[in-house]
């Protein structure tokens, strides 16, 4: 794999600690500016909208420069809103600070992962795009849990701080290794919109918004699931999501591995086996070492769907697979919102901690069956090319024999 890769993924090791880490630290947070936690939460609200809102922006805006130099810029936008998140003098100061750096999400991963993808040969572009991708999973393995502890022993304010240094080192990476690879000729923003006039690829964006939005049903609740349901202490939960953390890492690289060999079948086993597990982890929330088992392995088959799902976007937008690719980025975020409302509505009418588990059971199987639909409808069209093309041949033989 290039070296490019590489700065790629310390890129997104960034983004993916500055999105995850201020979960650990509202309290801080809310404590320093004497605001209450569900204000706070707007912190994560403001980044996730932000996210969705900014992936298509910031593409379209960058279609006018190279790809590298659209990466570099978004990540000078990334250290600029973290910076400003750590120096901010009032709770809305860092809110703009949030939704400055969150900008800079979407576009990063969705231009990334065409970067990627054309660094290597067609057999192993999904494999570069999970990479990529395994800077944002081992984010959440070392970096949320280190920058929680950092804000919480010295400051909140210096976790911010570092992931800005963060920002620089990918910054630095990206100037020195990614090569200048110029926009493509000829693609302009109609080119990019006609992209989604393509039903494969809304098809594979609604997988995207359902399938990861079942495993963020249940990992939204995770805390008062362990801890009232499981009876697990308060202060496991962060070795908990630790664990996710790791199946996250090997699942992407499994899903990444497989879905350049066969694409389709890998989403058909990642999701019906998501679906499974989301399902039976309403039985096995009641017991320790089997939810703590289920919490990784629901980790591993969430991300195993994100190689795959990114590639079939890039695929089947191959003429202009930049906006398309940051979309898809934005539809992940769609999903964790998406799941997260349909989880607090269940607990709300008085279903329980463990319900959310079968929301995110519903909505992965519904991704199963749009990966079937969408097969069926590939399949059919290249049928009915095959019927077309065989026609057009047998109609020359005709008039060549006359």
């Not at 992936?55 to 990466?71: C, F, H």
């Not at 929680?148 to 080192?169: E, M, N």
């Not at 999701?271 to 591993?300: E, M, N, P, R």
């Amino acid at each position: 794999m290039p070296l490019a890769l590489l700065a790629l993924a310390i890129g997104a090791f960034g983004i993916g600690t500055t999105e995850f880490v201020i979960m650990g630290l509202l309290p801080e947070v809310a404590g320093d500016y004497g605001v209450s936690i569900p204000t706070a939460g707007y912190l994560v609200t403001g980044y996730a909208l932000g996210v969705m809102f900014g992936a298509p922006l910031m593409t379209v805006l960058g279609t006018k420069v190279s790809r590298k130099r659209m990466l570099m810029l978004l990540m000078g936008l990334f250290i600029v809103g973290n910076l400003l998140s750590a120096l901010a003098p009032a709770f809305a100061v860092m809110l703009i600070g949030r939704v400055i750096a969150s900008l800079a999400h979407g576009a990063f991963f969705g231009i990334g992962s065409v970067v990627a993808a054309d660094l290597v040969a067609p057999d192993k572009k999904a494999g570069a795009i999970a990479m990529m991708f395994t800077g944002l999973t081992v984010a959440n393995v070392v970096g949320v849990p280190l920058g929680t502890l950092v804000g919480q022993s010295v400051g909140w304010r210096v976790t911010f701080g570092i992931v800005a240094v963060l920002g620089v080192v990918g910054l630095a990476g990206i100037a020195r290794l990614v090569p200048d690879m110029p926009k493509p000729e000829g693609v302009r923003l109609r080119h990019e919109l006609a992209a989604f006039k393509n039903v494969q690829v809304l098809l594979a964006m609604a997988m995207t918004v359902l399938g990861f939005g079942g495993v963020f049903a249940a990992i939204t609740y995770i805390a008062p699931m362990m801890t009232h349901i499981a009876g697990f202490a308060d202060g496991s939960v962060t070795w908990l999501l630790v664990l996710f953390g790791l199946g996250m890492v090997g699942g992407n690289l499994v899903g990444g591995k497989f879905a350049d060999r066969a694409l389709m079948p890998m989403l058909y086993v990642s999701l019906g086996a998501l679906a499974v597990v989301l399902a039976l982890f309403t039985l096995t929330a009641h017991h320790k070492l089997l939810s703590a088992v289920t919490i990784a392995l629901i980790g591993a088959l969430g991300f195993a769907t994100v190689p795959p799902l990114q590639k079939r976007v890039l695929d089947q937008a191959h003429d202009a697979p930049t906006l398309a690719s940051a979309v898809n980025i934005g539809a992940f975020n769609l999903g964790n919102a998406l799941s997260a409302w349909l989880g607090g509505l269940v607990i709300a009418a008085g279903f329980g901690y463990t319900a959310p588990n079968w929301v995110g059971a519903v909505l992965a199987a519904g991704a199963l069956v749009l990966a079937f639909l969408s097969a069926g409808l590939e399949r059919r069209a290249g049928v009915t090319s095959t019927v077309v093309t065989g026609s057009a041949s047998a109609e020359q033989r005709t008039a060549v024999h006359h």
